[in-house]
Structure formats: structure tokens, C-alpha cells
């Protein structure tokens, strides 16, 4: 079946570093991909999506590229802020219109 | 406009007892889902609800049951509970029962002891 297998945390950087998180995909056909994050004591926020393979989708200066090749979806910024501190998900929209969720990546920034 | 909305938001209840969960969706959004998060992983999907009928239902057993209503919100059973039950449920709306961009509430925290 559908799943979603994203990089173990939790990472820790500093402030300005720059971000990778790894999340590969196995899935029938071509699933729309997200980015959830979970801000502390609050609930699942959509971050950014793509639809169809090469698509970029990005927001709040988070990007990740949809890559049928290598089956991933890597969530990158720039530059953290202590504000980005929260456990991020990635996920698919699966043919049982259903969202797969990996396990979460919890994200801590040092000032 | 308001976002998904859930109760209550936090929830003890002890072993064998029975438990409801409810849930608004955004206005327009027809269809409901829900899932359960347990402490340190991913949700899993449970049920999905649109038009008052299910429409998909994950690994889950039949201890779990729902439904929506004719406004669209939903409530979420679990009977008999246990321990394991203990975990964040979250409920999603979306316009549609195909459609892919699910907006979250900030879910109800189950504990059962």
C-alpha cells in the first residue's frame, strides 16, 4: 500500500542554518504531496503541496520539488528561524481519499 | 470565517467507557474526516464522511464509528476503550469527498486511564 517515510528526528540547528528534510514516497501512480506542520499545542497547518511531478511547492520560505524519479519530496528553507520550531509531516493524498502521514520530523531552533 | 472546530478539546475517560467526539466543518465543506494521531507519530485515517454517508474507513475496529450530520458536522464513537485509544483525534474538511486539500481543526486530546 501507500506510504510516506520521512527523516527520523529531531533535528536541531541554529538560527540562519539551512534546512533539509528527506521524505520519500512509495504510492500507485502519481499522488499529490504536502507539507504539514504542527506548531506547538496546535493543529495540522497545510505548509505547501504539488500536484504532478516537477512541481515546486512552496510558501513562508519553505520549498520542496516533487520527484518521480527518486520518488521524494525533500522539505528545504534557506534560513531557520526559532519561529520554524515544530514537528513537520510529510504526506500524500492517496487513491482511497485518504491523507498518508509519515511519522514527523520535530524541528528545534537554537537562537 | 471560522476554521474546523472540534470538541471538547481535552477528554479523560477510564477503561471500558464510551467517548464522543464532535466536529464542525468550515462552512461549505461537505465533506469530514477524521483521524487519530497517537503521541509521537503520524495521523491515521479513520473514517471520512461526505453527504451523510462513509466513504472510506481505515485499519481501525468497529469500536470506532461516526457520523454526519444533515449541517455537515460530524461526531466521532469509540466504545469499550482502551488505554491504547489515548491519543490527539483530529477532524478535516474539505469541499468535496475527492478533494485533496484537507483543512485540519486542533483536534481533541483523548486520555484514558
Known amino acids: 500500500g501507500d506510504s510516506v517515510t520521512q527523516m527520523e528526528g529531531p533535528v536541531t540547528l541554529s538560527e540562519e542554518a539551512f534546512l533539509t528534510i528527506n521524505c520519500t514516497y512509495t504510492?500507485?501512480?502519481?499522488?499529490?504531496l504536502f507539507w504539514y506542520v504542527q506548531y506547538p499545542g496546535e493543529g495540522l497547518q497545510l505548509l505547501l503541496k504539488a500536484t504532478k511531478a516537477d512541481d515546486k511547492g512552496s510558501n513562508k520560505g519553505f520549498e520542496a520539488t516533487y520527484r518521480k524519479e527518486t520518488t521524494s519530496f525533500h522539505l528545504e528553507k534557506g534560513s531557520v528561524q526559532v519561529s520554524d520550531s515544530a514537528v513537520y509531516f510529510c504526506?500524500?493524498?492517496?487513491?482511497?481519499?485518504?491523507?498518508?502521514f509519515g511519522s514527523g520530523t520535530r524541528l528545534s531552533i537554537r537562537p | 470565517d471560522a476554521g474546523v472546530t472540534q470538541s471538547p478539546t481535552h477528554l479523560i475517560k477510564t477503561r471500558g467507557q464510551h467517548v464522543t467526539l464532535r466536529c464542525s466543518p468550515i462552512?461549505?465543506?461537505?465533506?469530514v474526516s477524521w483521524y487519530q494521531q497517537v503521541l509521537g507519530q503520524g495521523p491515521q485515517f479513520i473514517f471520512q464522511y461526505y453527504e451523510k454517508e462513509e466513504r472510506g474507513r481505515g485499519n481501525f475496529p468497529d469500536r470506532f464509528s461516526a457520523r454526519q450530520f444533515p449541517n455537515y458536522s460530524s461526531e466521532l464513537n469509540v466504545n469499550a476503550l482502551l488505554l491504547g485509544d489515548s491519543a490527539l483525534y483530529l477532524c478535516?474538511?474539505?469541499?468535496?469527498?475527492?478533494?485533496?486539500?484537507?483543512?485540519f481543526g486542533p483536534g481533541t486530546r483523548l486520555l484514558v486511564l
Open positions: 504526506a500524500l493524498y492517496s487513491s482511497a481519499s485518504k491523507i498518508i
Open positions: 504510492a500507485t501512480g502519481y499522488p499529490s
Open positions: 478535516a474538511s474539505s469541499l468535496g469527498s475527492s478533494q485533496e486539500t484537507q483543512y
Open positions: 462552512s461549505g465543506h461537505k465533506s
